[in-house]
């Protein structure tokens, strides 16, 4: 038996797919499966801020309409790239257990280890909005600079010199073996980071029950219930990478916390509440948070995001 896998192509998403692989072949003998590489939106567009180009499914578009093709059988995301409703025809077949879902601050050479430690003015590297936000809302005194490109290429314009520091994800600086650049590693309850982050999930064609018997070996329960409360947050909301929100639940047995916030694009308004509850209610949870933050005013500051971000849409669609 052999299985079509699709992926990205840049060095992450090659080593989540390698992962996704061995785990299946070694819980299935005899099977086989075959990498495929794909190109998204996201990976040909790497001068324009992502918040410009649109925010759904810059990085999974082209692969769910391959699986959606049968082109491939499967293919891998990192979960905080899937947006929170799923094509029709496809659904999330297992979702891995999560590394550490926390951001790092990961400072350019001769410059502060800590984030709290950088000089007014200090350049730091982000495509987020959500850590733009964050940044600037702890330090309205930087200066808070657009950075595009896969791991490698961020890490290279920070030695280049282009950045004082950049801000990533800890997942993916342990995957690629690069967390002795850290600094400082950023976390709750100072920093939130973006839903799903350090989850990755195999997506798969509703109805077909092969694949979906294959890669149910992978699914870890308790990092499903998590991330569908933060994608429950996150989809009452109804926001993406136009929109600076952040969330993270922790699962201990049969119960969930879930911390999440709202933020103005420039940091100065920052909406912050939690909840807790049975993490078989995770969903239900996530829409409570989200509709506390809307009635606390989020609603006023998701507008004003989306005002803000329209404007500064380009007028032709991207490619």
Known sequence: MALRL??????????????????????HPGLLVDIVILHTTGDRITDVPLAK???????????????????????????????????????????????????????GQGSAPRLADLPPGARVGTSSLRRRAQLLHARPDLQVLDLRGNLDTRLARLADGAFD?????????????????VGEVLGPPDWLP?????????????????????????????????????????????????????????VAGDSLALDGFVASLDGREYLRSSIAGPAAEGSRLGRRLAETLLADGAHRVLAEVRRLSAAQLPHASAP
């Open 6 to 27: 699709g992926t990205r192509g840049s060095a992450l998403a090659l080593w989540q797919a390698r992962h996704v692989k061995e785990r299946l072949e070694a819980a």
């Open 53 to 107: 180009i649109g925010d759904k499914g810059l990085f999974t578009k082209e692969l769910d309409r391959a699986l959606d093709s049968g082109q491939v059988d499967l293919c891998v995301h990192s979960l905080k790239d899937v947006p929170t409703r799923m094509p029709d025809g496809l659904a999330l077949g297992a979702i891995l257990e999560r590394e550490d879902p926390r951001d790092a601050y990961v400072p």
């Open 165 to 181: 520091a950049v801000i990533l994800a800890l997942a993916g600086l342990r995957r690629l073996g690069h967390e002795d650049a």
């Open 194 to 250: 973006a839903v799903g982050q350090g989850a990755l999930a195999v997506a798969i064609r509703e109805g077909d029950a092969a694949t979906a018997g294959f890669v149910a070996v992978l699914d870890h329960p308790p990092t499903r219930a998590a991330v569908a409360a933060e994608r429950a947050f996150l989809r009452t909301l109804e926001g993406g990478c136009q929109i600076p929100i952040g969330a993270i639940a922790d």
